[in-house]
């Protein structure tokens, strides 16, 4: 293995860092004034500022664009393990990725469209979503059953004529308050229990734009408190009708979608949460190099020493571990890079808040107040261990593959 990142990514790298610094950094502040000024003037939390369309204007005339499509044609034309290194750079503000139209879940959704899409689907939604025109949301958990157990998955898609009939609740479909959201992508079952399809090949993945007559947005569901701008929306589907065209692929198809969408957005994900751990270690550094406690600065104690350290050598593992998938998706195929690819979803998030939580500790009273990023990256992070899937179906996975040398074979 070669993690030595090649000319291209390493210029990528340059280019991005000058981006970072010149203008996402300082650009923070703003956003958050932005914010708050949407609230007091009643536009509530899902406001688009408009710093956000200044840095996407930038970013694009950076050439900083698309940079997780690995199509040259219409992204950046990077393998997993060249974009790796720049996610991280972007997980270290929460407005980066989406200034670099590198955010999920549209990442994911512009993924499987240009995978699976066909060329009408491609050209009335994959090319404005490639401009950064609108937003999409992803639509499959759901509040009644499991879905960490896709086969559990409840909501109908039922074909009458030349149209589908959708009926159900989702939540958790993230972005879909958004006010640039103009479509989602919508799991649900095709196939009934008890049929001769398998299991899963009971799920279908079907076009719903947002704007469809039965079509209810319920409500937002706030993540710790905090209201998040793209928003986490409660989503009901009430006699939902459209194109039998809108399907994604086939019928009974949406299972294998899922599992090629969640590959790269894990190793997307889980750069970023090391790009996070990175700049809390940052802070934490920064913060007991400056604070006085009983005649000492924080960072004299042995106990803030051993933090520091540790979280140090954590980041180095989780981000090694990290590259080793993307370069395995890279060489030998997701599928055999499965073990790593549910390894690392379980160890980046988990190092990331842990490191978050030595730099809250470090900071005080302050770490856990809206003064700080920490608080309010604490909070997300800890949803990365349900997004995706929870760790304990990773864990199983890991653990059934190395398992499986030592069991005994079914009849012996």
Request: proline share 6%; with cysteine; aromatic share 6%.
């Amino acid at each position: 293995m070669d993690f030595e990142p090649s000319p291209r990514c390493t210029e990528f790298k340059k280019r991005l860092s000058a981006f970072m610094d010149e203008r996402v950094y300082p650009a923070e502040e703003t956003y958050e004034r932005q914010m708050r000024e949407s609230g007091r003037a009643g536009g509530g939390p899902h406001h688009q500022p408009p710093i956000l369309e200044e840095l996407k204007s930038d970013a694009r005339a950076r050439g900083l664009w698309n940079l997780f499509l690995p199509d040259p044609d219409r992204g950046a034309g990077l393998s997993n393990a060249e974009y790796a290194p720049l996610a991280e750079i972007m997980g270290r503000s929460h407005i980066a990725s989406e200034a670099c139209n590198c955010s999920a879940p549209d990442t994911g959704n512009m993924e499987v469209l240009h995978q699976f899409g066909s060329a009408e689907q491609q050209e009335r939604w994959l090319t404005p979503l490639l401009e950064g025109e609108i937003r999409s949301a992803f639509a499959m958990t759901e509040p009644d059953v499991a879905s960490s157990d896709a086969t559990n998955i409840a909501l109908r898609i039922e074909r009458e004529g030349d149209e589908y009939v959708l009926n159900g609740r989702k939540w958790w479909t993230s972005n879909a308050l958004h006010p640039h959201c103009r479509i989602m992508i919508v799991m649900g079952v095709t196939g009934r229990a008890g049929s001769e399809s398998p299991p899963h090949r009971r799920q279908s993945q079907v076009l719903v734009p947002i704007d469809t007559p039965g079509v209810r947005v319920v409500r937002n569901l706030p993540v710790f408190g905090y209201a998040d701008r793209e928003g986490h929306a409660e989503v009901e589907f009430a006699d939902v009708r459209v194109p039998v065209s809108n399907v994604i692929a086939g019928e009974g198809d949406g299972f294998m979608i899922a599992q090629a969408r969640l590959g790269p957005g894990r190793i997307h994900h889980c750069m970023r949460a090391i790009g996070t751990a990175e700049r809390a270690l940052e802070a934490m550094c920064a913060r007991a190099a400056s604070r006085v406690t009983f005649g000492q600065p924080l960072a004299a104690r042995a106990n803030v020493q051993d933090w520091i350290a540790e979280s140090r050598v954590e980041i180095e593992m989780a981000r090694l571990l990290t590259l080793k998938a993307a370069w395995l998706m890279d060489t030998v195929g997701n599928r055999h890079a499965r073990t790593e690819i549910a390894a690392i979803k379980v160890a980046a998030p988990n190092v990331a808040l842990r490191v978050l939580d030595r730099a809250i500790q470090v900071h005080g009273g302050g770490g856990v107040s809206d003064d700080f990023f920490l608080a309010s990256a604490y909070a997300h992070m800890r949803t990365l261990r349900l997004a995706d899937g929870p760790d304990e179906v990773h864990k199983l996975s890991i653990a059934r593959r190395e398992l499986a040398p030592h069991m005994p074979r079914e009849g012996a």
